[in-house]
């Protein structure tokens, strides 16, 4: 719930820079403004500032940015997404325990066999959240109730499916308005992992616990859950089959996502320099499928790093050596498209970003109808230059952000 309902953006921005012990003159100077605009700002003067400039506030007062906007302000549904119809039914499984009746579980090989099913369509499937939210609520039931039924070494591998099912469950939930289910599911399975024993479902689950820490502003949490795994997983990494290979890989890049996202730039980059090495040890068509990591997304992720550090020229630069139709997850691909996109908006080429938009609908619907920042750009650009109204509106339309 947001704790603030009743303050302005501008009264709700005074109150965490003053928590963060900023003069309004050390702040304009982090997101390059005067202290004369924050006051502006604060007072309610002038309106609150678009997407990009909110990324670098929330950055330098390292708080998410969801916090500043407020859960009830009109923006918030934009940053947020909205709600998948499907959204219930798997709060409902995620929810509800079947204790062991004295029915037998569903063996494990069937439960691995549909989880590989489940991925291999969220990766296909232009439509994956509403592919994912008909198949995760069984899914979810079964994994548990397995994992709760079994013993010995069987219950080790049921865990390790219930980890991995809940970061598939994660992939659903993301970006959606139920902050407090995210949280559940990840920390779920982290336990799930830990009682497993496993080293790559521990990897998974730890990739997906960053991501959810990381989301929510704690930058520092979200770095020290993701170094300790890539300092535990060091040292099995010289003689590691490829899918903790390529985890270990993945962790690493995580590391330089949270230090962009922190305005880390030396940091950043020696990470994804790390993470690009191990990508570079993977068999070429290698792609690991709850990360993504590969070869051929390592330059994706140079795109998200510069927009993350906020320099655009270099993400679009970044962008220009990468074909988006060699990432095989249609998911994965628009989400590049929409960081690339990011890049032009930052640059002022409207005509680029409507374009590149388009092209990440094109390959993936739900994932800029759910993505905040596709979602706000797109309705900056409904009052932007006469020559892209009209697409953009299209967009819009499509994207379920207007009528």
């Keep these: 719930m947001d704790p603030m309902p009743e303050l302005t953006f501008g009264q709700r921005l005074k109150v965490y820079r003053e928590r963060s012990g900023k003069t309004r003159a050390v702040l304009g100077g982090l997101v390059g403004r005067s202290a004369e605009w924050v006051k502006a700002v604060e007072t309610d003067r002038i309106l609150p500032p678009r997407i990009h400039m909110l990324d670098r506030i ?17 923006r918030s549904e934009v940053v947020n997404g909205p709600e998948h119809p499907a959204l219930a039914s798997v709060r409902d499984a995620v929810n509800r325990f079947t204790l062991s009746d004295g029915l037998s579980p569903q063996p494990l090989e069937q439960i691995r066999a549909r989880l590989s099913a489940a991925w291999r369509a969220r990766h296909q499937a232009s439509d994956h959240r509403t592919v994912l939210g008909a198949l995760l609520p069984d899914l979810v039931r079964d994994a548990q109730y397995a994992a709760l039924t079994y013993e010995g070494d069987e219950r080790r591998q049921a865990h390790v499916l219930l980890a991995e099912v809940l970061g598939l469950a994660q992939m659903f939930l993301a970006y959606q308005p139920a902050a407090e289910l995210l949280w559940r599911v990840a920390d779920r399975a982290m336990v799930a992992a830990q009682e497993s024993g496993d080293p790559e479902a521990l990897a998974c689950a730890g990739w997906f616990l960053c991501q959810v820490h990381r989301d929510a502003g704690d930058w520092d949490s979200a770095m020290a859950v993701t170094l300790d795994l890539v300092s535990a997983l060091e040292a099995r990494a010289a003689d590691a ?33 790390q993470a ?21 997304i390592m330059g994706a992720h140079a795109v998200t790093v510069a927009v993350e550090l906020q320099k655009v020229g270099e993400a679009v630069r970044q962008a220009n050596r990468l074909d988006p139709a060699a990432i095989p997850s249609k998911p994965r691909r628009a989400r590049h498209l929409i960081e690339v996109a990011r890049g032009h908006y930052g640059k002022g080429d409207k005509a680029a970003t409507v374009a590149t938009l388009r092209e990440a609908y094109e390959s993936a619907p739900e994932t800029i109808r759910f993505n905040g920042y596709a979602r706000q750009i797109t309705l900056d650009l409904l009052d932007g230059p006469r020559a892209v109204r009209n697409d953009v509106h299209d967009l819009a339309l499509k994207v379920g952000l207007v009528s």
Excluded: C, M
């Design 58 to 74: 929330a950055r330098a007062l390292k708080v998410d940015v969801s916090v500043l906007i407020g859960e009830l302000s009109d």
């Design 241 to 273: 089959n490829g899918n903790l290979l390529a985890l270990w890989g993945a962790l690493n890049f995580e590391a330089a996502y949270t230090a962009a996202r922190a305005g880390e730039e030396g940091h950043a980059w020696r990470y994804w320099d």
């Design 276 to 296: 690009d090495r191990v990508a570079r040890r993977l068999p070429k068509g290698f792609y690991q499928r709850q990360t993504s990591f590969s070869r051929v």
